[in-house]
């Protein structure tokens, strides 16, 4: 069967997804496309069903009904390098794994050479701020530095689409100015999908702004004024 071909800029496209969870209605008909270079902030309410977007997406969760599509120039693909910060870390702090461990992890599955594996685990942890933490358990972190190990570990392997769910959850108030800035880097050469629960200043920065309440809809006004809705 020939691979299905797109436009040359879509990377993921979501056709008709629908997620019900017995007769409750989560997502209903779901349709976009993720461009290359797109900076997407998704909000809406809680229970709106945006962290089960996010799932479906990534395919860590199967639609009730619909389809998820990678592409790569404009040819249908298996899979995507994706970096993905969840918005409730999944490690139990009593495991026994060191922040370099936990950040490194981000690696697992690339071919790259012993030196360069090194250097970008050393750069990666001085971005996160976590030198003075490196050979500590994680179960010694706080949760602000738990979630940098974490995002750490999502954008180590240096992936074209990074996906952020709540990346601010956690984090002390001084790293977030410098994320701020980490995520205005990333964005010049990554397509970043964030999901704030609301119009935060790190969302603000996005080309592109989706309202996910069930159903989607996307605000084309540069001023958001109310959290979950927008002046078209």
């Known amino acids: 069967?020939?691979?299905?071909k797109v436009n040359d800029n879509v990377i993921i496209s979501l056709q008709g997804v629908t997620q019900r969870w017995d007769n409750r209605m989560v997502l209903e008909d779901i349709n976009f496309d993720v461009r290359r270079g797109d900076f997407i902030a998704i909000t809406g309410p809680n229970g709106g069903g945006k962290t089960t977007l996010l799932r479906?997406?990534?395919r860590l969760l199967k639609p009730t009904c619909g389809s998820v599509t990678y592409y790569q120039n404009g040819t249908e693909v298996k899979h995507l390098p994706i970096g993905y910060l969840p918005q409730k870390?999944?490690?139990?702090s009593r495991f026994p794994i060191?922040?370099?461990?936990?950040?490194s992890s981000g690696l697992i599955g690339m071919k790259l050479p012993q030196e360069e594996k090194k250097r970008r685990i050393e750069?990666?942890?001085?971005?996160m701020g976590l030198e003075a933490h490196t050979g500590q358990s994680i179960g010694n972190l706080s949760g602000g530095q738990l979630q940098r190990a974490l995002l750490g570990r999502a954008i180590i392997s240096q992936p074209k689409v990074l996906v952020l769910d709540e990346p601010l959850s956690y984090i002390d108030k001084q790293f977030e100015h410098h994320l701020y800035d980490l995520v205005a880097e990333l964005a010049k050469d990554t397509t970043l999908i964030l999901v704030s629960h609301?119009?935060?200043?790190?969302?603000?920065?996005?080309s592109r702004h989706l309202i996910i309440d069930h159903s989607l809809h996307e605000c084309h006004s540069r001023h958001h004024h109310v959290h979950y809705d927008c002046d078209e």
């Open 123 to 127: 750069e990666t942890i001085g971005l």
């Open 98 to 103: 060191s922040v370099q461990e936990v950040i």
């Open 56 to 58: 479906i997406l990534l």
């Open 89 to 92: 870390n999944m490690i139990d």
């Open 198 to 206: 609301e119009m935060s200043t790190i969302a603000g920065m996005a």
């Open 1 to 4: 069967m020939t691979a299905k």
